[in-house]
T-cell receptor, first 115, second 111 residues
């Protein structure tokens, strides 16, 4: 049973456009929702994360929108650049006191930003 | 130097061979994890360890074993490798309540 569903599988965006990647989760006990960015030949690196007590978090050009009632969260990349071309993974975990337990990952979205 | 170092970076071996993948970290984190990445499937947790005396199975532990030799070292073994264990393997570390930090992976091919 896939607990975190991510879409789309791949995404092509023009430079300067907005990239949007969506994730849906099933387990209401999840309380930590990170996004990871992975470049070829490298491990995933934390990009931005959110907890369910807020509906939006912004860091530079990257924004997470969180909808607790719909059990959905999304990553928005504003003014997308060719250097943003990478694979993006959403994830979720549950734990007591906000501790990271086991991360459950989505299947990933390969983003290509065309010049 | 990388904070989370995986060795080897690439390995090609044959079915039935025993393989050990190693992970070491300089971050001083208590928690260490092993993940497997397959195209289109994301990352799946194999084993995790919250301290030196703690070992836990993840989602896909069958066919794998681990050893936490020290706080800084966590190794993954395939006792008898099979072709469907061909994948990218990642080690990660974290402190409680903090983000996980990943190594750059080991690409394993089993012929």
């Amino acid at each position: 049973q896939q607990q975190v569903k991510q879409s789309p599988q791949s995404l092509i965006v023009q430079k300067g456009g907005i990239s949007i990647i969506n994730c849906a989760y099933e387990n209401t006990a999840f309380d930590y929702f990170p996004w990871y960015q992975q470049f070829p030949g490298k491990g995933p690196a934390l990009l931005i994360a959110i907890r369910p007590d807020v509906s939006e978090k912004k860091e530079g050009r990257f924004t997470i929108s969180f909808n607790k009632s719909a059990k959905q969260f999304s990553l928005h990349i504003m003014d997308s650049q060719p250097g943003d071309s990478a694979t993006y993974f959403c994830a979720a975990s549950k734990g007591d006191g906000g501790s990271q337990g086991n991360l459950i990952f989505g299947k990933g979205t390969k983003l290509s930003v065309k010049p | 130097d990388a904070d989370v170092t995986q060795t080897p970076r690439n390995r090609i071996t044959k079915t039935g061979k025993r393989i050990m993948l190693e992970c070491s970290q300089t971050k001083g984190h208590d928690r260490m994890y092993w993940y497997r990445q397959d195209p289109g499937l994301g990352l799946r947790l194999i084993y995790y360890s919250f301290d030196v005396k703690d070992i836990n199975k993840g989602e896909i532990s069958d066919g794998y074993s681990v050893s936490r030799q020290a706080q800084a070292k966590f190794s993954l073994s395939l006792e008898s490798a099979i072709p469907n264990q061909t994948a990218l393997y990642f080690c990660a570390t974290s402190d409680p309540g903090q983000p996980q930090h990943f190594g750059d992976g080991t690409r394993l091919s089993i012929l």
